[in-house]
T-cell receptor
Framework: DTAVSQTPKYLVTQMGNDKSIKCEQN?????MYWYKQDSKKFLKIMFSYNNKELIINETVPNRFSPKSPDKAHLNLHINSLELGDSAVYFCASSPLLANTEAFFGQGTRLTVV | QKEVEQNSGPLSVPEGAIASLNCTYS??????FFWYRQYSGKSPELIMF????GDKEDGRFTAQLNKASQYVSLLIRDSQPSDSATYLCAVNDQTGANNLFFGTGTRLTVIP
């Protein structure tokens, strides 16, 4: 069974479109995250979310918004896609306890053309 | 944004040698440190974590932490070609969200 799963695995879309990436975890974790990995392989946190608070990295454009219908899901919505949004996006989850590892999904490669 | 720095490499070692990967971090208050391995086209997977100063060993892997020097390292003994990957150092955010801040990764190639 996949612990953290994302769909789709690949996403090719045109500039200006709105798209969503879905993420689900079956680990019973309380906190979920979205990370962006650019072409230089730098992995940078975008959001973290639990049932109490959403923490947004201030460098993330407001075209990006996380949506959590329930504790096991954290979807990423992106409006007005730009060429620079092309990257691999990873969903992750971890327990609420401090100092614990994050478990990553398989990633979604987004290409904006 | 917390700074986590690694040599990007590439680092090449012969099979059977010791690979040494290094990482420094800027936030002196950081408490937990992680090493992830990422194969090309795959997601990061945890190799080791360390919280206390000193060494922590797990099989062929040893993590070393020196909080005074703000330095963490990963040693891979008896390196195998299957160890060829990018190794990511990560530092935990001290907020309640457990955010991880990653270095840019070191590309390791083990030559048969």
């Amino acid at each position: 069974d996949t612990a953290v799963s994302q769909t789709p695995k690949y996403l090719v879309t045109q500039m200006g479109n709105d798209k969503s990436i879905k993420c689900e975890q079956n680990l019973g974790h309380d906190t979920m995250y979205w990370y962006k990995q650019d072409s230089k392989k730098f992995l940078k946190i975008m959001f973290s979310y639990n049932n109490k608070e959403l923490i947004i990295n201030e460098t993330v454009p407001n075209r990006f918004s996380p949506k959590s219908p329930d504790k096991a899901h954290l979807n990423l919505h992106i409006n007005s896609l730009e060429l620079g949004d092309s990257a691999v996006y990873f969903c992750a989850s971890s327990p609420l306890l401090a100092n614990t590892e994050a478990f990553f999904g398989q990633g979604t490669r987004l290409t904006v053309v | 944004q917390k700074e986590v720095e690694q040599n990007s490499g590439p680092l090449s070692v012969p099979e059977g040698a010791i690979a040494s990967l290094n990482c420094t971090y800027s936030d002196r208050g950081s408490q937990s440190f992680f090493w992830y391995r990422q194969y090309s086209g795959k997601s990061p997977e945890l190799i080791m974590f360390i919280y206390s100063n000193g060494d922590k060993e797990d099989g062929r892997f040893t993590a070393q932490l020196n909080k005074a020097s703000q330095y963490v390292s990963l040693l891979i003994r008896d390196s195998q070609p299957s160890d060829s990957a990018t190794y990511l150092c990560a530092v935990n955010d001290q907020t309640g969200a457990n955010n991880l801040f990653f270095g840019t990764g070191t590309r390791l190639t083990v030559i048969p």
